[in-house]
């Protein structure tokens, strides 16, 4: 249980309440009973925001209307509805790389005001510093224009019975063993089951499912003086490595998104792949899942490096022309109070971007039985571990 918050959280969610109930007492009943329009992706990313929004309604004895979307359908939705001025949507629910598009092209809006009423200037700071950049535009420097809700970092999954099978009954430790005993599943298994599954569909899934070898291998993406440094025999293996990974993968990987990843692992037709902890609670649902008990979570693999994985955020930004700015606010500040991270974090979803969580002592893993076999939990929100690499005005972090 979580023993203690910072005082300037206590106070933002005292002061945000007391501000609903001031401002309450001044509109028709109607408007307090307002919907909140969330939209959200399909699937595991969205369910953890899902559950808030259920507890949420039932306790203010609103209606949360909630729109779901396969992640690409999202973003057109989401984009289109900032374009048209629509009024569609309250909160999107944003992957991280998704930000730059919304909040420069004024689809966002700004949170400032919304801080300054309840009587501080920004959101609390026991939010991971990098986390908390990230909402900002410019990245760091400007106002904020979001909440992170998500915070995880890449793990890899594989099925221990195959591996073992390949002399590697303890999982795999570089690359080099995954490619063996990925091999080997995908030859046995004829065309019907692969050793391996990635995300290549072009821009931002191929980059997450590539930067991972990357870095294993020693890449970076610039060089001293900021130039593109992937002209490198260490891009170049990454690279190779990419492709052999490739070949033991399901025909058609070039358009595969998250979704697909998950799919194929949690129908046992794939062995191993790189993806987000938010699908461990998919995996282990005999609901939707064919594998439950039968995946292993591990650390990236090493190259010639350690293995490092890229720290991924999803973030609620309200729409500019939302409806229901302030209780969409208000239901903002809620969602990531400390309780309700840890309940989302109980409930399977990946811990949130809350130092005060981890320090508090709090066990989110006894909850969520299958991530004691990693250790990349226990460094998923250090910042000391982090370093960045900036691309544009946005960070490419890696652990």
């Known amino acids: 249980m979580i023993k203690e918050w910072t005082q300037r959280h206590k106070f933002v969610r005292m002061a945000g309440f007391v501000s609903a109930i001031a401002v309450g ?43 779901q979307a396969p992640y690409a359908n999202l973003f057109e939705k989401a984009a289109n509805a900032g374009a048209s001025k629509s009024g569609a949507y309250d909160i999107v629910l944003m992957d991280d790389p998704w ?13 400032a005001s919304y801080f300054k009423a309840i009587g ?54 570089t690359w080099d063993d995954v490619i063996n005993a990925a091999t080997a599943v995908s030859k046995a298994g004829n065309g019907e089951r692969f050793g391996y599954v990635m995300r290549a569909a072009e821009g931002n899934p191929v980059v997450a499912d590539f930067m991972p070898i990357f870095w294993s291998y020693g890449g970076d993406l610039f060089d001293k003086d900021r130039k593109p440094n992937l002209l490198t025999p260490e891009a170049k293996k990454a690279v190779e490595v990419f492709l052999q990974l490739k070949q033991v993968s399901p025909p058609g990987v070039e358009s595969f998104q998250a979704d697909e990843v998950g799919t194929f692992i949690a129908q046992g037709t794939a062995a191993s792949a790189i993806n987000w902890p938010n699908w461990v609670a998919t995996f282990e649902d005999p ?53 309700q991270i840890k309940k989302s974090a109980e409930r399977g979803n990946p811990p949130g971007p809350l130092l005060g969580l981890h320090r508090s002592g709090a066990d989110v893993s006894e909850t969520v039985p299958a991530l004691p076999d990693t250790d990349a939990g226990d460094r998923l929100f250090d910042p000391t571990a982090a370093s960045s690499e900036v691309a544009g005005d946005r960070e490419c972090v890696r652990r």
């Open 99 to 111: 930000l730059p598009f919304f909040a420069e092209n004024g689809y966002l809006e700004p949170l």
């Open 287 to 339: 609901a939707q899942s064919k594998v439950v008990g039968k995946i292993a979570y591990s650390a990236i693999p090493s190259g010639t490096k350690a293995g490092s994985s890229e720290i991924g955020h999803w973030l609620m930004g309200i729409m500019s022309d939302a409806p229901h700015k302030q209780a969409a606010f208000d239901f903002m500040i809620w969602a990531t109070s400390p309780e």
């Open 120 to 173: 501080t200037d920004g959101p609390d700071s026991d939010f991971l510093a990098k986390s908390i950049a990230l909402c900002r535009n410019p990245y760091n420097t400007g106002p904020y224009v979001c909440l992170p809700y998500v915070g995880n970092a890449q793990m890899f999954f594989y099925d221990p019975e195959e591996f073992a099978k390949q002399g590697l009954a303890e999982g795999p430790k």
């Open 25 to 67: 007492s001044l509109l028709p009943a109607v408007a307090l009973a307002a919907d909140i329009v969330l939209a959200v992706p399909n699937g595991s990313e969205g369910d953890g925001l899902r559950a808030a929004a259920d507890d949420y309604q039932k306790m203010k004895g609103i209606t949360i209307d909630i729109v």
